[in-house]
């Protein structure tokens, strides 16, 4: 039995009861469906996430900087696609439509990222010859030495980053202390057709997302009158779906990807996604009908020849999935379009509220924007944990739950590690034990688990505030979680002077700062989706729906860049200076978090002007004018 399992079905139960409640005696019952289809999405997605960037340094041999930027890149196309994916349905499709066709994308590609191939080879380049490194291990276990003369030998660097080749015996074939700049580290063996496989797996989810993931979160909107005091909660127990599917995808997926191969990791996610797929086809008619095509004669009717409007949509999105395929992996000009996308995207909006909206609309609208704005920021500090926490996790954090094996109930029960047990001498099959492994890609769901426990009590206090007529304007709470994220890697700051001799620090405090960024979540992120359907006119609603997204896919490609700037050097996917990746790390933190607390500020400061705007988008009915609203 692993511990880590044992303590996330506790959780769940402690959590999801409550929330099945709600969710069954106060919300539509299209809300039960839309809660697990899209649990099981998320399912999909966190699970490959989790283990992503490992399988992008370890398997693959990116160096960190790179890999960091394919990861930003990646995750900017994700949540950039929903652009066109919430204008398509916006215009044609229908809400429903373009999630079932995105959760068919999905499937596709988690099952091809399954598609593992044989691992890249670190070689090292000296004194006019080749030497091969030897891997074993994945995620923080990642173990590489160099052979040299049939042995393999374990490698560090100096602080003044020289190449250190360690206990390697006088007269071997070269120095044990290689100078810097007089080696040169390089990869071999990196397939072609694999990488190509990671590609199109990428480019099939990329735009697989962008169908669904806006037009889903639209249709939990479209369940609820204007009005209604059920809207909020509503999306908050949405988002708990969300989270407890990233929360089991992070424990479960981690745990096969590294211990397993990537393969079960990715593929797990895989059937993930069908899971979610199944059930959102076995619900429709609790969805009420409020999710079809705006007109059904005209996305039948032919364009060309006798293919209808719907088909040509289809083909051109596979299309679509083919320019993916050669955009994914050019970082420069992921970029690029990003940019270009969000000035047209800018641009569409600015021109509807000047040319489309009176005086009202255009305000709500402005204020859309600027809550926009701050989910930038937040999202470029919060998004750091699939890329440079996880590896910070993986070097720089210290993941055993117990420092030895601990006999309980007089040695009945043992917690341990298998390593540990092995160490101590006890026989893992006479011995009645609970394995207590925890690894980095499982981290992932330390945020996740926060939320199932607070996500509940975030709903019934926005609920419970709502009520009173003292609920908090969306800009304090806005402000409030760029405080709480830019806090949360000061918290770090505060383990540095406990690593150990490894440079390891507390679990504690990586714990302790993902408390802090769900709780900042749980004040923007399912508060910035309800806002999005409220100050949207109706006619653009998933479009704008879609620009939220597109702030997320701006702060992944800014991300990206500050993941990068905590790389160290690597041989095999192992970093060869802790400390300097300790120090390089926390460095970055410590600026990333400031900018966010005086951003957070700064939003606080404001907040009197800017709830004005909203012109009673926020102000609820009373529970018989909302049923009759219904």
Same mark, same amino acid.
């Given at each position: ?67 960091? $930027? ?85 490698? +560090? ?64 909107? =479209?369940?609820?009158? @204007? ?16 989270? /407890? ?33 199944? %059930? ?7 969805? @009420? ?65 000047? $040319? ?14 600027? /809550? ?11 998004? =750091?944990?699939?890329? +440079? ?7 720089? %954090? ?43 890609? @499982? ?47 000061? %918290?770090?700051?505060?383990? $540095? ?27 923007? +992120?399912? %508060? ?103």
């Amino acid at each position: 039995m692993n511990i880590v399992i044992a303590l996330g079905v506790l959780v769940t139960l402690a959590t999801g009861v409550p929330v099945l409640l709600q969710l069954l005696r106060d919300h539509p019952r299209g809300l039960l469906i839309l809660f697990f289809a899209e649990m099981w999405e998320r399912f999909s997605y966190y699970g490959m996430r989790a283990i992503l960037i490992f399988y992008l340094t370890q398997h693959f041999l990116f160096d960190p900087k790179t890999a960091a $930027a394919h990861y930003g890149a990646y995750i900017s196309l994700v949540y950039l696609l929903p652009l066109i994916g919430g204008f398509v349905a916006d215009r044609y499709l229908g809400t429903r439509k373009a999630v079932v066709f995105g959760a068919l994308l999905l499937i596709a590609g988690h099952m091809t990222m399954a598609i593992e191939g044989k691992p890249a080879t670190q070689t090292l380049a000296y004194g006019g010859h080749t030497y091969a490194f030897v891997t074993e291990g994945r995620g923080e276990g990642r173990v590489s030495k160099l052979v040299v003369e049939g042995k393999p030998y374990a490698v +560090s660097a100096a602080k003044s980053g020289d190449f250190v080749v360690e206990d390697l015996p006088a007269g071997a074939a070269i120095p044990s202390v290689l100078p810097k700049g007089q080696y040169k580290l390089d990869v071999a063996g990196r397939d072609p057709v694999y990488l190509n496989v990671l590609w199109l797996a990428l480019s099939l989810i990329i735009v697989g997302v962008g169908y669904l993931k806006p037009n889903i979160s639209t249709i939990v909107g =479209q369940l609820y009158p @204007q009005g209604d005091p059920r809207r909020d909660p509503g999306f908050t127990l949405y988002y708990y779906g969300i989270n /407890l599917g990233s929360f089991w995808a992070s424990l479960l997926c981690g745990l096969l990807g590294v211990t397993v191969g990537w393969w079960a990791g990715f593929g797990l996610a895989g059937l993930g996604m069908l899971a979610g797929f199944v %059930v959102f086809m076995l619900g429709k008619p609790l969805l @009420q009908g409020k999710a079809e095509p705006p007109d059904p004669a005209l996305l039948r009717q032919p364009v060309l020849g006798a293919i209808s409007r719907e088909t040509l949509i289809y083909g051109l999105s596979l299309l679509g999935v083919v320019a993916t395929f050669f955009l994914v992996r050019r970082t420069a000009a992921v970029s690029g379009i990003l940019v270009a996308g969000m000035i047209g995207s800018l641009g569409y909006v600015l021109w509807f509220m000047f $040319a489309r909206c009176g005086k009202v609309e255009r305000e709500r609208l402005a204020l859309a924007l600027f /809550l926009i704005f701050g989910a930038v920021i937040f999202w470029t500090l919060f998004d =750091q944990a699939g890329s +440079s926490l996880n590896l910070y996790a993986a070097t720089n %954090v210290q993941l055993d739950l117990v420092a030895q094996p601990v006999r309980l109930l007089g040695g009945a029960i043992t917690l341990a590690t298998p390593e540990q047990l092995a160490a101590a001498g006890l026989d893992r099959h006479a011995t009645f034990w609970i394995d207590t492994t925890f690894n980095a890609a @499982q981290t992932q769901g330390l945020a996740s688990g926060w939320l199932l426990v607070f996500a509940p009590v975030f709903a019934w206090l926005w609920t419970w505030l709502g009520a009173r007529g003292k609920d908090l304007n969306p800009v304090v709470k806005f402000g409030l979680a760029l405080l709480q994220v830019g806090a949360g890697f000061f %918290v770090l700051q505060l383990g $540095a002077p406990l690593a150990d001799g490894a440079f390891r620090t507390p679990l504690i405090f990586l714990l302790l700062m993902y408390l802090l960024h769900t709780t900042g979540e749980l004040c923007l +992120s399912p %508060v910035g989706l309800s806002q999005m359907t409220k100050l949207s006119p109706a006619s653009l609603v998933s479009f704008v729906m879609a620009v939220w997204f597109m702030a997320v896919s701006i702060a992944n490609t800014v991300g990206g860049f500050v993941a990068g700037l905590t790389a160290t050097e690597t041989v095999g996917g192992q970093v060869l200076d802790p400390g300097a990746a300790l120090a390089r790390s926390l460095t970055v933190f410590n600026w990333i978090g400031g900018i966010a607390m005086a951003l957070g500020l700064l939003f606080l400061a404001l907040s009197p002007i800017l709830k004005r705007w909203s012109h009673g988008s926020d102000e609820t009915l009373n529970a018989e004018d909302a049923a009759n609203a219904g």
